[in-house]
């Protein structure tokens, strides 16, 4: 009777570590049939393909497996090379560098599952860290900055909630910064609706509104970066309905004047200055002065 040949000896035979024979039993069995029946390379690859083990393993995943048994000094090498890798898309797109179990667990699927960046980018992008103030860092923080920019010059504020969802969607790769400034550009379109189809070629709120700006800044000795959309008096201006009914923005003299009416137009040094200029001349009118 031939002599059983042990788990080294299978290895060798049909080109498997030694260890990765040992780990999974189906496996084994089938390699001590095939040398028990004598088979050729051809037939035991043939009968291996129709075990559980590689049915329902990918192919990145039995790759993995060989590799994890067969040459652990560059499975250790793989893990190394691809949690840095992950570090660095984390610290790229604004997430915590230190979160071992998100940089584990996305190294995992790369290596087991095949992830491409893109697919690990989609996961990273769910764990995205928004520090002070609510904002991020990295790719993120890029994208926020952006973001908040553009709903800034349209008018529209949303909440911490909702940026922070598209910053992660927009970093994650899920939808795109057109995406969300599409859906900034028909919020402001509902609050003004004259001016959609300006919105649609690019202009923004800010670049509609900007007489107004300057007047109010001028005239109300307002500092122009403390001038915004946000200001009542600017939104009904660009609200304002004509003789006609339709929405449109309010004469620049009729803002003007109405600004001067305004009670912080009364603190201003042009208030003092006109009051002044009107009492000298009522005085030269009454021939007191001259």
């Given at each position: 009777?031939?002599?059983?040949?042990?788990t080294q000896?299978l290895?060798?035979k049909f080109?498997y570590?030694a260890?990765?024979i040992?780990a999974?039993p189906e496996?084994?069995?089938l390699?001590q049939?095939a040398?028990?029946e004598?088979w050729?390379?051809t037939?035991f690859?043939a009968?291996?393909?129709?075990?559980?083990w590689?049915k329902?393993?990918?192919?990145?995943q039995?790759?993995a497996?060989?590799m994890?048994?067969?040459?652990?000094a560059e499975?250790?090498a793989?893990?190394n090379?691809t949690?840095?890798h992950?570090?660095?898309?984390m610290?790229?797109?604004?997430?915590n560098t230190?979160?071992w179990?998100?940089?584990?667990?996305v190294a995992?699927?790369m290596?087991w599952?095949?992830?491409?960046?893109e697919r690990?980018?989609?996961?990273?992008?769910m764990h995205?860290t928004?520090?002070a103030g609510?904002?991020?860092?990295g790719?993120?923080g890029?994208?926020?900055?952006e973001?908040?920019?553009?709903?800034y010059d349209?008018?529209?504020?949303n909440?911490?909630?909702w940026?922070?969802?598209a910053?992660?969607?927009?970093?994650?790769?899920?939808?795109?910064?057109?995406?969300?400034k599409?859906q900034?550009?028909n919020q402001?379109a509902?609050?003004f609706?004259g001016?959609?189809e300006?919105?649609?070629?690019?202009a923004t709120?800010s670049?509609l509104?900007?007489p107004?700006l300057?007047?109010?800044?001028?005239?109300?000795?307002?500092a122009?970066?403390?001038?915004n959309?946000?200001?009542?008096t600017?939104r009904?201006a660009?609200n304002?309905?004509g003789?006609?009914?339709k929405?449109?923005?309010?004469?620049?003299?009729?803002f003007?004047?109405e600004?001067?009416s305004?009670?912080?137009?009364?603190?201003?040094?042009?208030?003092q200055d006109?009051?002044?200029?009107?009492?000298h001349?009522?005085l030269?009118d009454w021939g007191?002065?001259h």
């Open positions: 009777m031939a002599k059983a040949l042990n000896e290895a060798e080109g570590a260890a990765f040992e999974y496996i084994k069995t390699m049939k040398v028990s004598g050729n390379e037939m690859q009968r291996f393909k129709n075990t559980n590689y329902t393993h990918s192919e990145s039995q790759k497996a060989i994890q048994y067969s040459d652990p499975w250790g793989l893990w090379r949690q840095m992950i570090i660095a898309m610290g790229q797109m604004g997430g230190g979160d179990n998100t940089i584990n667990s995992s699927k290596i599952e095949g992830w491409s960046d690990a980018q989609q996961e990273i992008g995205l928004f520090g609510g904002m991020a860092g790719k993120a890029e994208a926020q900055a973001l908040f920019k553009y709903m349209m008018g529209v504020k909440s911490d909630a940026i922070q969802a910053v992660t969607d927009i970093v994650s790769g899920k939808k795109s910064m057109q995406d969300y599409n900034v550009m402001a509902a609050a609706p001016y959609l300006q919105f649609k070629t690019g709120l670049d509104a900007q107004y300057q007047s109010m800044s001028q005239i109300l000795e307002i122009p970066g403390q001038v959309l946000f200001d009542p600017v009904n660009m304002y309905k003789s006609d009914g929405v449109t923005t309010k004469p620049l003299w009729q003007q004047n600004l001067r305004d009670d912080r137009w009364k603190k201003t040094q042009n208030a006109a009051a002044m200029g009107l009492g001349k009522i030269q007191i002065l």
